[in-house]
């Protein structure tokens, strides 16, 4: 158990870090909108809820200049996020604070709960730094951190010695760790940690604040529906998109074996609803009336968890863009022949026969290149459904 906050400690300084060039985004990246709002508007208002003084490391302050904040270029231009962490700290030092809460201005979805977490553990640590883990590839988000106003010598070793890599300061000074589970009480760690560097960041961060888009994998029975969906699923994880899926049927079925406890909850004890939970996944069973509704469904179970997409198997009257698995050796005629006016919102047909005619795109399976149309596949759905989703901010 941490000790209590000291409440005589004087709290740490705020400072938002915008002094980065934006390259690789082209603009300045803290002006762009997420959920309707400018980043940096979403970043201060975290931070103010957790601190009384909110300062910005700005290098192009005219750019901020409506946000009415105390402004410093940095210190010593040019070294990127360390430098603001340099000039955040000198400014610490020289308005009495033990040290500063720094937050990168490119931070869309920081909470306010885990920068309000994170100042209270700077208020009992005897550590130089407070730094939660993200579960991301270097195990901690430097940039969204407490660093005692002690660790500023180390800082300027770090300038003198040519080293700019913020995650290195940690090396030399004494850091205590907020555990990644802690973290992940407050928030997922990569929407928390998510930093807007790239154009696909910022669709990413859009995507947040609404319910992945959705296409509907449709065919007749045995038409092979459920093989290019653990097709497609696999290829789109090698792409590096986060997709999610939904299995719709028409029967009764079970999750668990009859007899088990989880099974005895839901069926013999009439639990409303019943969360299995093991090392690494869960699954949830919920009573229901009738006919589970699909956008219901997205909204409520995979909305703000960071998904790119959900494909979904069945639900072929549904309301989402479809893709009909047409096999001619099974079936002698698709549904899109019978579909009417459902037909405007089929994206596609995969189909076994090479001299089908319609004036969707129709994709080949070939036997020899079992791949090549579950690639094809892939590229429409990112092309037409993720690409092309509302990411206007």
């Known amino acids: 158990m941490h000790p209590p906050a000291d409440p005589l400690s004087p709290p740490p300084l705020g400072a938002i870090l915008a002094g980065g060039a934006s390259r690789r985004f082209g603009t300045p990246k803290a002006l762009a909108r997420v959920g309707g709002r400018r980043i ?19 290098n192009e302050p005219a750019l901020f200049a409506d946000l009415a904040l105390p402004m410093r270029p940095d210190d010593v231009p040019g070294l990127g996020a360390l430098g603001g962490i340099h000039t ?16 990168a201005c490119d931070m869309p979805w920081v909470s306010a709960e885990l920068l309000r977490t994170i100042a209270e553990r700077a208020a009992s640590t005897s550590a130089d730094a407070v730094v939660p883990e993200s579960g991301g590839r270097r195990g ?19 300038i003198d010695g040519g080293e700019r890599r913020v ?4 090396d030399g000074i004494r850091a205590e760790v907020i555990p990644l589970a802690e973290v992940r009480r407050i928030g997922e760690p990569g929407i928390l940690f998510l930093n807007v560097n790239t154009v696909d960041d910022l669709r990413r961060a859009r995507r947040h604040g609404q319910a992945p888009p959705a296409v509907a994998i449709i065919g007749k029975k045995n038409s ?17 998109v986060r997709a999610a899926s939904i299995k719709h049927g028409h029967h009764a079925f079970e999750t668990d074996q009859p007899g088990k406890d989880s099974w005895r909850h839901f069926n013999e004890g009439m639990a409303e609803a019943t969360i299995m939970a093991g090392e690494g996944k869960i699954a949830l069973v919920m009573r229901l009336d009738g006919d589970p509704d699909p956008v219901r469904l997205v909204r409520e179970f995979y909305m703000g968890r960071g998904y790119d997409l959900v494909l979904v198997e069945g639900y072929k009257a549904g309301p989402f863009p479809r893709i009909e698995v047409f096999r001619r050796a099974v079936h002698d005629r698709p549904l899109i022949a019978d579909a009417g006016d459902a037909a405007e919102s089929y994206l596609a047909v995969v189909t076994d026969d090479a001299s089908f005619a319609t004036e969707l795109p129709v ?29 206007a901010g």
């Open 167 to 170: 995650h290195r300061l940690l």
């Open 224 to 240: 092979g529906k459920t093989t290019l969906m653990v097709a497609l699923l696999a290829e789109l994880g090698r792409r590096g």
């Open 363 to 391: 994709i080949v399976m070939d036997a020899d290149h079992p791949q090549a149309h579950v690639r094809r596949v892939a590229d429409l759905i990112l092309s037409r459904v993720v690409d092309g989703a509302d990411d």
């Open 88 to 103: 955040a700290l000198r400014w610490a030092a020289e308005c009495g604070a033990p040290g500063a809460l720094v937050v």
């Open 140 to 158: 901690i988000e430097p940039l969204c951190a407490w660093y005692s106003v002690r660790s500023l010598p180390q800082v300027q070793r770090m």
């Open 40 to 58: 940096i508007d979403r970043v201060l208002d975290a931070l103010s809820a957790a601190v009384p003084r909110v300062v910005l490391s700005a």
